[in-house]
Structure formats: C-alpha cells, structure tokens
C-alpha cells in the first residue's frame, strides 16, 4: 500500500514537472518569437503622435496622414528597411482630428478609418474607457467590450481616450499573447486610439511591455519629465492623469517615483488629477489589502507610501486593477493601515453614495475616490468587504468617466449592460442634498 503511494506521488510530481517545465518553454519562446502586429499608436501629445507596427518582411514602411477633412496628401517613410516599423508624425495642431494610412508590403494592414486626435489644452467635455485585467481573451472581454460599445452608440468620435490598468496580457505577457489579447480583440479601438497602459504583474512575468510601449518620459505628454518609461503623466483637456508602474519600480517613501510624483502633483494646474496604477491600496477582492504578503507588499506600500501623496495633493481619483472584481470609496483621506484601523468618522469626508464635491483650487485633504476595477476580462472569487470600499460587486464589467471642466462622473457598466455603480465628484460649488 506504501508502495503504490509513493509510485503514485512520484507520478505525479514528474507529470507535474514536465508541465511546468513545457510551459515555460513555451511562454520563453513565445517572448523571443517575433510576431507580425499592425499598427498601433503610442506617444501622443498635442502636437505629435508615434506609429509603431512589425512586419514578417525587412522593409521600408510609410504612412499617409492628414486632417480628418484631407485626402491623406501628406506622407512620411522610414530611412532603412526593419521589420520593427517606428514612425513619429511632428508639427501637427493641438486637439485636432487626423486620419492615416500605413503602408507596408509584407503585412495586410486594415487601414479602413485609422484616426486620431492630438491632446487637447481645454476640453469642454471627455470621455474615457477604462479597463482591468482585460488580458484574457475570449467571451466575457468581448461582452465587456461590446457593452462599451453600445454605450458609446457605437460612435468612437464621442470617446476620448482608452486607459488600461494592468495585467493588460494573460498569462505571461508574452508578444504572442500581447496580440491574442489585446492587439486583436480591440482592433477597432486601436486603429483610433492610444492604448495608455499600465504594467500589471502577469504583463511583468516577460519583457515585453515595455519593448511595444513607448512613455513620455521627457514630459511630452505634459506634467513634469520623469526621465522613466516606468512613470509619467499626461494632460489632455481637464485631465491630469499620472500613470505609475507599481510592478517594477521602488514603491518607498524617498523613491524616485515618490519624488517624482510629488513635483509633478506641485507643478500641476488641470481641474482633475487621475492617479493609475496597477495593485491597488485597499481591496478585499481576489488579492487581500490586508495581507502584507500579498503581491509581495505592493498593496502595503501604496497605502502607507503613496495614499499621504493622495491627500497632500488632492488627488481627485485613483484608478487600480488587480483584483478581479468591483470596489470604490466614497471621498476619503488618511487611511494608511489594515482594513480595522479604517474609521468612517476620520477617513470618510462625505458619507454620501453617489455625490461628492471638492473646492475647484487644489486643496490638501480634499479627499480621494478609490477605485478598483480588475474585471474586463475574468472574475474571481471574492468576500468585498472592506469597510472603505462599501460599493463593491463580482461582476464582469468596465469604467467610464465622463469629464467637464467642474465635474467627473464614472460608472462601472457590467457585462449586461447595467450601470451597477455610479458617482460624481463636483467643483463648482453645487452641494449634495439629502444623499446617504
Ligand atoms: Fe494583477
């Protein structure tokens, strides 16, 4: 009997390891392997956007472009045939629609209405997709992605920018699974928009993230230059949108990304500030806040490193993934413990659900939304409940914000076209009445 139970042990410890020993061959070469990849866009500020595409074929690419009223009459080509294709268009006018075309002999390119829009300095109205954890492809990103769609009226010019907030590649973010999941599936969106990601854990397990982005590390995109891929912020019409690597990076106190945060909140004068990262600070979700070992600490170190940033500098919303689920705040500030020392009478502004108000100026502890929304693409199991996270569903589902110069609504819209959550933050004054 203590025979056949070691054979039986020892049977599957080696299946178990030949596994795993061809998964990583496979996700290894699947990193290495060169795939074909349309193009997409990357680096846009208000007068310059980067077009990057990889062809089977060395090659000289071009591409066409011109105002959205044009005929494509202007046209840039590369220097010296590659197959990595990298062609920035310069000297375009601020908040402007554009259109383009790329050629390239050895890929089929869908260039069937490829646009885009320059960043704007004012905005009198915007409007953003956001999305978490939507690397697995299949049914439930494809349902998650058609409810946007109908929600927008299938109408791409009403929306300005697309945000994703990490693990953006399942498993592994290999290049392979980087166009399974997110190059392919959202073709339509990519041909129109910039993909602003963040790095998540499963996009770390290889190298290629930042080998397909490229970061406005010098401040094109505005705030303040970061001199990293890794952090970097971008204003587009009311919007400052500070976009951190919490994967990767040192996440203490006097880091360089604490520091740099730091100047970048000081120097900046939009109306909304965003702040997005991938492991969020407070979550009871599929990863546990609580756990200081849980995600190697990164959850730990947000809160207690980067939530007194937050309140310093008034940040308006902070937008994180990873745990596969729904959960938001109300206005809140100073809790940087476990989910027991969270004290609604100290850490809660406004206890309101829905409707919350901020002096226009940016003020110190004005309070912060938390925002965590990890289920574009999968679900796991969860208990939600942390105290300062009251609204929070296991449901499959994406964000959208919809921005003025005076207020900032957002709305996590399921997979069944419902809106289950829903909020506005307010500067101009107008107070909430009788909300609980
Ligand atoms: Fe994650």
């Not at 994406?398 to 110069?405: F, H, Q």
């Amino acid at each position: 009997m203590k025979k056949t139970f070691k054979r039986v042990a020892l049977f599957i410890v080696v299946v178990a390891s030949l596994y795993g020993v061809g998964r990583l061959g496979i996700v290894t070469y699947d990193s290495y392997k060169f795939v074909e990849r349309e193009p997409y866009m990357l680096m846009q500020t208000q007068n310059s956007i980067t077009i990057k595409w990889q062809t089977p074929q060395e090659e000289i690419g071009k591409i066409n472009y011109s105002l959205l009223s044009g005929n494509l009459e202007k046209s840039l080509a590369e220097k010296a045939p590659t197959k990595k294709h990298s062609l920035s268009i310069s000297n375009l006018h601020e908040c402007a629609n554009y259109k383009y075309s790329v050629e390239s002999k050895s890929l089929k390119i869908d260039n069937n209405e490829r646009s885009f829009q320059t960043l704007c300095k004012n905005q009198n109205a915007q409007k953003l997709w956001v999305i978490g954890d939507s690397g697995e492809h299949g049914k439930n990103q494809e349902g998650v992605y058609n409810q946007m769609l109908k929600y927008i009226d299938h109408d791409f010019n009403s929306l300005s920018m697309w945000i994703l907030l990490g693990d953006n590649a399942y498993r592994s973010g290999t290049q392979k699974q980087f166009n399974q999941s997110l190059f392919e599936p959202y073709h339509e969106l990519v041909k129109r928009f910039v993909p602003w990601a963040v790095i998540g854990n499963h996009d770390a397990r290889r190298w290629a993230f930042y080998d397909i982005w490229n970061f406005p590390k010098n401040a094109e995109s505005g705030g303040i230059p970061s001199g990293h891929d890794e952090y970097y912020a971008i204003d587009d019409g009311n919007l400052h949108i500070v976009m951190m690597d919490n994967q990767t990076v040192d996440l203490s106190k006097d880091g360089d990304m604490a520091k740099w945060l730091k100047k970048d909140l000081q120097a900046n004068t939009k109306p909304w500030t965003i702040v997005v990262f991938h492991t969020p600070p407070y979550s009871d979700g599929s990863h546990k806040s609580d756990s200081d070992s849980n995600s190697g600490g990164r959850m730990k170190y947000m809160r207690e490193n980067f939530v007194p940033i937050f309140d310093e500098f008034g940040v308006d919303l902070v937008l994180s993934g990873h745990s596969h689920g729904y959960e938001r705040s109300k206005l809140m500030i100073n809790h940087l413990g476990k989910s027991d020392s969270f004290d609604i009478t100290k850490n809660v502004l406004q206890d309101n659900k829905s409707c919350y108000t901020k002096p226009l100026e940016r003020t110190k502890d004005s309070g912060t939304i938390y925002l965590v929304t990890g289920s574009s693409s999968k679900l796991d199991h969860a208990t939600l409940k942390h105290p300062a996270m009251p609204f929070s569903f296991q449901k499959l589902g994406s964000v959208i914000l919809e921005v003025t110069p005076s207020t900032l609504s957002s709305k996590f819209l399921t997979i069944d076209g419902i809106i289950a959550d829903e909020f506005m933050i307010t500067k101009n004054n107008t107070k909430c009445e009788n909300e609980k």
